[in-house]
């Protein structure tokens, strides 16, 4: 169903933003990125936020207090988020660990957890005041790596919000090192984490010589379209989100063949392509796109260790005409989405990273293409710094704020009495989301 946009603004004292160095001398030396770290389309922040409620056992302990101290102490162990980045000749990014530090931010705010509502989801009102735009703060190159505000609320909970440069981390990653900041905020430790960080990006550098060996068709341009990546006016886009509860995704699996092995994400992403796609009112025979990320962790032999904390992602597209995504069953698209994973190998990764140093490090090829990143199973619900899990922990802003009408992040939901559902967040025209709002419905509705 379509969630009400959250209205409720509130008013924001951020104090003097400061620099939180580790807390113990780290290395100082440079380490590179890996070849699937640094290509161009990951050079832009990851924006994630998580809400929590009060916790009568902590009235006298200050959260952000609590967790700059914990952020200081799991910088030992990751030191090189406390360093900056450096481009070296054919655009490749090293870290210089410095030691220089990461900017956190407290702040209070006039407003309890109450007041936004039963339902916290993206769009977030006052966004830009939960996370601060510190000036020099949120560019590429020469600058914090990360950047972390704590928003005390007037009812005893906060809002914990960062912005991660996403060349260091993967969403894994940073949830990996979320929890190293809990752990020691709660007392769990000593200041170690219990999981270990892992740098090892050289396992994921190109080899000399580089070879594609496999197609990798997301950077492969779409020919027949007119289409470009923004097609209508900035000014249009609305941002809504969507729940699927249990029940929705109940009804949507019913139109399926039971023999049909698929995940709950297969489904609803299968679903919301189809009707942005009409809703986009594509020609029958245009070419369009979806694509998704896939950890590729375990594809390797070994796997990559525990620990491992970079980018190890890799999106193949699933491609189709809109005629065919349109007016074939549901089934028939459940089935294109899953094949992708299939593709994600070792020897993918490593063409993948090749294909990197051989090309440039490209962009994906995004237009006439619907781009998910499913946080569902990360782990950002389950990080608890000692007052508890959040009542929402995921993505801060649509993906599609950063790139209108073409990204969006699955986030999971928990509603009071135990309901687990997912928020979907969209950005589209106006015209074109009330279309989409029908088509979803209908499609829940009528099961097919």
């Not at 914990?160 to 769990?188: C, K, P, W, Y």
Request: aromatic fraction near 8%; include cysteine; hydrophobic fraction near 40%.
């Amino acid at each position: 169903m379509e969630l009400p946009t959250m209205t409720r603004t509130f008013n924001v004292r951020r104090q003097e933003a400061e620099l939180v160095l580790p807390a113990r001398p780290t290395p100082t030396e440079t380490k590179p990125l890996s070849d699937i770290d640094d290509q161009e389309g990951l050079r832009f922040p990851m924006t994630f936020i998580h809400f929590y409620p009060k916790n009568d056992k902590k009235q006298e302990d200050d959260p952000a207090k609590v967790i700059k101290s914990a952020l200081a102490e799991a910088l030992v162990s990751y030191y090189p988020f406390a360093g900056r980045l450096k481009e070296l000749p054919d655009k490749k990014l090293v870290v210089e660990c410095t030691g220089e530090g990461v900017l956190f931010v407290e702040a209070d705010a006039d407003v309890t957890l109450e007041e936004l509502g039963e339902e916290i989801h993206p769009p977030f009102p006052c966004l830009d005041d939960l996370l601060f735009d510190v000036p020099e703060s949120d560019g590429i190159l020469n600058c914090p790596l990360l950047t972390i505000q704590v928003t005390r609320l007037r009812c005893g909970g906060f809002i914990f919000a960062l912005n991660l440069n996403h060349t260091m981390a993967d969403s894994l990653g940073l949830v990996q090192f979320e929890n190293a900041i809990a752990e020691i905020a709660r007392g769990d430790s000593s200041g170690v984490p219990s999981v270990t960080p892992v740098w090892a990006r050289e396992l994921l550098n190109a080899r000399n010589p580089p070879s594609e060996t496999c197609t990798h068709r997301e950077f492969i341009p779409i020919s027949n379209t007119k289409r470009t990546i923004f097609p209508f006016d900035p000014r249009e886009f609305v941002h809504k989100s969507f729940y699927f509860s249990p029940e929705d995704i109940a009804a949507l699996r019913s139109s399926l063949p039971s023999e049909l092995k698929c995940s709950t994400f297969d489904v609803l992403i299968a679903c919301l392509w189809r009707c942005r796609t009409i809703a986009l009112e594509f020609e029958p025979d245009e070419e369009v796109r979806t694509l998704y990320f896939i950890n590729a962790r375990s594809r390797f032999n070994p796997p990559l260790p525990e620990g491992f904390y970079g980018n190890a992602i890799a999106s193949p597209p699933v491609v189709s005409t809109a005629g065919e995504l349109i007016t074939n069953p549901l089934s028939y698209v459940v089935e294109l989405v899953r094949k992708p994973k299939a593709e994600v190998t070792e020897e993918y990764m490593k063409s993948l990273a090749d294909l990197m140093v051989l090309r440039g490090r490209p962009r994906l090829t995004l237009v006439s293409t619907y781009m998910v990143s499913d946080l569902t199973r990360i782990g950002f619900d389950d990080v608890d710094f000692g007052w508890g899990k959040p009542v929402y922990a995921g993505a801060a802003r649509a993906a599609a704020e950063l790139i209108p009408g073409v990204a969006t992040y699955f986030s999971p939901r928990v509603s009071k009495e135990g309901e687990k559902g997912v928020v979907v967040p969209v950005c589209l025209p106006k015209l074109a989301m009330e279309k989409f709002a029908k088509e979803v419905a209908s499609m829940v509705k009528r099961n097919i």
